[in-house]
């Protein structure tokens, strides 16, 4: 049997187990996969040791993933581009090595469930933090014609538009302050934690047209006060992170069993539980 857990502080409201053990029955593999909290001063004995009881996969969650990187020996591109991690395991050799899956689940959300063109989109993407960082490589390996990283602390969005110059291609990539953006973006992605303590982003209402996409990485049962923000602004098409949460996961379980599960049903299922 295959040992797994996805590793955070706190964890009991982790959806990870769930998703897993549901891929694992519709998929036929054989997996246990647990939640683990570890002391916020112990990652890294409790991931140590969860290999060393033979422990194939770890997906890891707040507020552990810088660490996880650091933890690694070795890092695929995406993990060293965003400078995260929440996927470990043991590669051939035995090296501990960190994957993110998180951009990758956003961009599949995106594109394949909601049916969402980025290539040659006009894309605003709001925070500088790690859930931003995880999702631009991602975001550009797609070629949006722009893409502008709006930040409260400008500093950190310029920073990430730095980091990323390099695997901008043809994207105009620029990065301001909340207030700055007004012309309408064919897409708007909100990668802050604002709505945690019950904040809007400061943005013109002109950000948003009828069609413009928004897309809140966070997921609730309602709308996340910044999709209620976009349909009161007259957006149509609003979506959570919650396909983005079971994208991730689907990526995580094929890099560590070589099987894509269906992820629609899956998303189907959490969203009426
Ligand atoms: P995460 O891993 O979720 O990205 P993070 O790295 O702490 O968490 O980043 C949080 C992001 O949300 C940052 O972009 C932060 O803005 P600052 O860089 O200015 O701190 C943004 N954020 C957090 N609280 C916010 C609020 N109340 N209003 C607007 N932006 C907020």
């Known amino acids: 049997k295959g040992l797994y857990a996805v590793v955070g502080?706190?964890?009991?409201?982790?959806?990870?187990?769930?998703?897993?053990?549901?891929?694992?029955?519709?998929?036929?593999?054989?997996?246990?996969?647990?939640?683990?909290?570890?002391?916020?001063d112990g990652f890294t004995g409790v991931v140590n040791d969860f290999f060393a009881r033979g422990g194939q996969g770890l997906n890891v969650t707040v507020p552990f993933k810088e660490q996880a990187w650091e933890l690694a020996d070795r890092r695929t591109e995406r993990a060293r581009q965003a400078g995260a991690?929440?996927?470990?395991?043991?590669?051939?050799?035995?090296?501990?090595?960190?994957d993110n899956t998180d951009g990758k689940g956003l961009v599949t959300d995106l594109v394949h469930n909601h049916g969402v063109a980025l290539a040659g989109a006009r894309v605003l993407i709001l925070g500088a933090g790690g859930a931003v960082r995880g999702a631009l490589g991602p975001l550009l390996d797609q070629k949006p014609a722009g893409l502008t990283i709006a930040n409260r602390t400008v500093?950190?969005?310029?920073?990430?538009?730095?980091?990323?110059?390099?695997?901008?291609?043809?994207?105009?990539?620029?990065?301001?302050?909340?207030?700055?953006?007004?012309q309408a973006y064919d897409v708007i992605i909100n990668g802050t934690s604002a709505s945690l303590q019950g904040d809007l982003p400061p943005l013109s209402?002109?950000?948003?047209?009828?069609?413009?996409?928004?897309y809140d990485m966070m997921y609730s049962l309602d709308n996340t006060p910044f999709n209620q923000w976009a349909l009161d602004q007259g957006a149509t098409r609003v979506f959570d992170g919650l396909g983005m949460l079971v994208e991730q996961a689907a990526e995580s379980f094929r890099i560590w069993r070589g099987i894509r599960p269906d992820t629609a049903s899956v998303i189907h299922a959490l969203r009426t539980e």
Do not use: W
Not at 30 to 39: G, K, L, V
Not at 85 to 98: G, I, S, V
Not at 205 to 214: L, W
């Open 9 to 40: 502080h706190p964890i009991s409201h982790s959806k990870s187990p769930r998703i897993h053990s549901l891929f694992a029955r519709q998929t036929g593999e054989n997996i246990e996969y647990t939640a683990i909290q570890a002391p916020l």
């Open 85 to 98: 991690a929440n996927t470990l395991y043991l590669d051939a050799e035995k090296h501990l090595t960190a």
């Open 155 to 182: 500093s950190k969005a310029q920073g990430l538009m730095t980091l990323f110059a390099g695997v901008a291609g043809d994207t105009a990539v620029d990065a301001c302050g909340f207030e700055a953006p007004c």
């Open 205 to 214: 209402p002109t950000v948003v047209a009828p069609d413009t996409v928004v």
